[in-house]
């Protein structure tokens, strides 16, 4: 199929397909950045795609297959139960007022909707391991940044640092604002990594992808 690559996104879009019984026709990207992602959605879900950023970096050829818009997740400029889908895919750890976003995305979230909401896992011990675009020094860069923002006890998003949320942390947020929250973190990784199934398995069973895993995955419907 023509349009923007990206592997990941396309994974988890098969994903989102599988595991939806009802029509997505409309979905909300919060935070789509140059809208890679917003494109490959409404390509591979056959959908109207819009995003949403808070700054214009927007892709002109991802622009052709979604609606990319400036706009602010804790304030949403869309009516009530407009969207079936809300995607927001390391997005939530930037905003300041996490909760209020999720507030902001159940309230325009029809009534039946699903939600794909994914961050960097804050437990990690190494992360960026997957970055397409950075180099082993950037890899190596970023992760002393998180360590020494560890030891001076500052591995928080409001702190600064790029530290996202601990599976339990991110759960809760959800809970409080959606009836039904899957952990999906389980079958993101052992699809990405199929071919590891078994040092998936033993990383679960053993509670190591507690921390091993670079990010945590949730699904859920309003």
Aim: charged residues 25%; aromatic residues 10%; negative net charge.
């Amino acid at each position: 199929m023509n349009g923007p690559k990206d592997s990941k996104t396309e994974l988890v879009a098969g994903i989102i397909e599988r595991a939806t019984s009802h029509p997505i026709r409309k979905i909300l990207v919060v935070g789509c950045g140059s809208g890679l992602e917003a494109a490959i959605l409404a390509r591979c879900l056959d959908a109207e795609v819009v995003g949403i950023d808070v700054e214009d970096n927007f892709d002109p050829a991802s622009a052709r297959s979604a609606d990319l818009q400036l706009g602010d997740a804790t304030a949403l400029s869309f009516e009530n139960n407009t969207f079936d889908f809300i995607y927001s895919y390391h997005a939530l750890e930037h905003i300041p007022d996490p909760g209020k976003a999720l507030s902001e995305m159940n309230r325009v979230l029809k009534d039946d909707g699903g939600f794909w909401v994914g961050t960097p896992n804050r437990l990690r011990l190494l992360g960026y391991l997957g970055s397409k675009d950075a180099s082993l020094w950037d890899k190596i860069h970023w992760n002393y940044i998180d360590w020494k923002a560890r030891l001076l006890g500052r591995f928080r998003n409001e702190m600064g640092a790029h530290a996202g949320f601990a599976r339990g942390e991110l759960y809760a947020m959800l809970r409080t604002e959606f009836s039904h929250v899957d952990d999906v973190t389980d079958i993101y990784f052992s699809t990405l990594y199929s071919g590891h199934q078994k040092l998936l398995r033993i990383l679960s069973a053993t509670g190591l992808s507690v921390v091993t895993y670079p990010s945590v995955y949730f699904m859920g419907k309003k």
